[in-house]
């Protein structure tokens, strides 16, 4: 191909891109950009299948799958011909590349990782139950009943999913985002902190209902007093 | 103290008619244990007693007398911000350190008048009594140790050390499966002859009091029950008590043991879930009855097992 059938070429690229986002673009030109993507894709894979020759299996090459994306490709080709548009286009479609711009995403995505997180932990532990939210409310439960109830947790081992788990989830979910506003533990104490308050109130009902069955004079107020010195702290 | 001997066999008498069946160490037992609560209302004493639980322990100083025709009594944490809880007879004030701290602290509102009778019955279906004869020595004073042996595993076992002259409760363990202690009450001092004054249960200069006021609690029907229950675990309440909008709360007891139940509607069913503090287990669970997606969730000084087959058994009443 020369010079000038080379520039023909692109420049029925850069129109056929721009109606493909125009949703113009017809079924000539699709069956054109299809056949070039096929055409270099090809020559891509061969270029990768002589290389994997060549080196055996000493080294293991990767390829970078995104350059075969047919979106991907079309976004290169319209951040040749408008550099200013892409952004946009970027961070609400690929989520490898979310920008500190978009925290919402981030957000939803964290969010979802951990719900997704939990429901499989749910799954997993039907006899015993996920205790990550237990877990949350023990260290949030401390505050209640460590000091005068004594705080000894003793959280069931079986529950096969810790917080640990979750955060390191979200943490790899994010690493490419500089800014984020909101940590995964934030989020995660966030979700959370609702359920926290519902656990506390009801041990805080339980005990001092509990008192009048006692029958051992205010010795059981020692809890309930517990409960407002440890609720200011 | 005749009188309080007079008490002391009134109540044997009683407890000995009503519990028929009961050993002669039950008896006793039942006997010992009445006169223990009862020794909280009618005995004037000054002390300090400590909590324990697990590794943490705190405090206490507790007061009662009998002055003039009025109960005093007033119960300060030595270890904290020293809040104050005084009641002179149904009047209850919470005293803290200044008003910044009254309006950041919980508001403690916990029943005012807190004894309630022994069920002897009850007590006895759970548990079997032994009394030690064996005199130990706590906070200087001799005390006999009265076991409350389980009869099952859905509970645990209780041992008090009462006061050999008048049974007040010097210490209290509550034990686990394995006879670890899971709680712990003792006093470290103690005396019952305080000569206690009006002005002791005035609140110290600089503190700020609130009035406590006991708000009657909404109840409405209690729609549900228990398929499995252990033995001796009844209502206090006949009907369930309105928390919030969502949530209704039910209390059981065996005498000596208490156990919550908050029911909630939820959206999605999810598995059992379990923390243990102590004695104190609280369990969760939702899950689909009838119509409607409940959320389960049990407070009590119970096993966990206790907690998972009471979850597991609740179920609506088919008629009310």
């Known amino acids: 191909m020369n010079t000038s059938e080379e520039t023909l070429q692109n420049e029925r690229i850069a129109l056929s891109l721009s109606d493909l986002v125009d949703d113009r673009l017809s079924t000539e030109d699709l069956d054109f950009l299809l056949e070039l993507d096929a055409k270099d894709l090809d020559a891509k894979l061969n270029a990768y299948a002589i290389t994997k020759q060549v080196m055996g299996n000493a080294t293991e090459a990767r390829l970078n799958m995104a350059e075969f994306d047919l979106l991907h490709r079309v976004r290169v080709g319209i951040e040749d011909i408008v550099p200013d548009a892409v952004d946009t286009v970027t961070d609400e479609t690929f989520e490898g590349n979310v920008t500190h711009r978009d925290t919402n995403v981030v957000n939803l995505m964290q969010q979802k990782i951990l719900a997704d997180a939990k429901l499989d932990n749910d799954n997993a532990s039907e006899k015993k139950g996920n205790l990550i939210s237990m877990k949350s409310f023990a260290l949030a439960a401390s505050v209640a009943f460590v000091a005068l109830l004594g705080g000894q947790l003793f959280l069931s081992q079986d529950a096969g999913f810790s917080s640990a788990n979750l955060d390191t989830l979200a943490v790899a979910s994010v690493d490419q985002t500089d800014d984020i506003l909101a940590s995964p533990q934030d989020i995660k104490a966030l979700s959370l902190d609702v359920h926290n308050e519902r656990l506390q109130s009801y041990l805080r009902q339980h005990t001092e209902q509990a008192t009048m069955a006692t029958g051992q004079g205010m010795i059981p107020m020692a809890r309930v007093v517990s409960f407002s010195l440890e609720d200011e702290q | ?320």
């Not at chain 2, 008498?13 to 009618?42: K, T």
């Not at chain 2, 600089?206 to 009657?216: I, M």
């Not at chain 2, 006949?238 to 156990?259: F, H, K, P, V, Y």
């Open chain 2, 1 to 320: 103290m005749i009188h309080l001997k007079k008490i002391i066999f009134s109540l044997f008498i009683g407890l000995a008619c009503s519990v028929a069946n009961a050993s002669s160490d039950d008896e006793i037992g039942l006997a010992r244990l009445s006169s223990m609560v009862q020794s909280f209302s009618i005995l004037s004493y000054q002390g300090v007693f400590v909590r324990s639980q697990g590794e943490d322990m705190n405090s206490m100083k507790i007061r009662h007398g009998i002055i003039g025709e009025s109960e005093y009594e007033s119960l300060i944490d030595l270890d904290g911000d020293k809040i104050e809880v005084i009641r002179v007879d149904n009047s209850v004030i919470c005293v803290y350190p200044d008003i910044s701290f009254a309006n950041t602290a919980t508001p403690v509102s916990a029943p005012l008048r807190q004894f309630k009778e022994l069920n002897g019955e009850r007590l006895l279906e759970g548990y079997s009594f032994k009394l030690s004869k064996k005199k130990e020595l706590i906070a200087g004073r001799e005390a006999e140790k009265l076991s409350l042996i389980p009869k099952d595993a859905y509970r645990f076992g209780h041992e008090f050390w009462l006061d050999a002259e008048n049974n007040f409760l010097l210490k209290h363990d509550t034990l686990g499966a394995q006879g670890k202690v899971l709680d712990r009450v003792q006093f470290t001092d103690i005396s019952f002859s305080p000569a206690l004054k009006k002005s002791d249960f005035v609140p110290r200069l600089g503190t700020y009091s609130r009035h406590l006021v006991e708000v009657k609690p909404k109840m409405t029907d209690n729609k549900w029950h228990f398929e499995w229950l252990p033995d001796g675990f009844a209502p206090v309440w006949r009907d369930a008590r309105i928390l919030n909008e969502r949530t209704a709360m039910l209390l059981l007891s065996d005498g000596i043991t208490s156990i919550s139940v908050f029911v909630e509607p939820t959206t999605e069913v999810k598995p059992y879930s379990v923390m243990e503090m102590g004695s104190t287990t609280v369990g969760e669970v939702s899950r689909s009855l009838q119509t409607d997606i409940l959320r389960l969730t049990i407070v009590g000084e119970v096993p966990e097992q206790t907690v998972e087959k009471m979850l597991m058994s609740f179920a609506p009443r088919t008629t009310l």
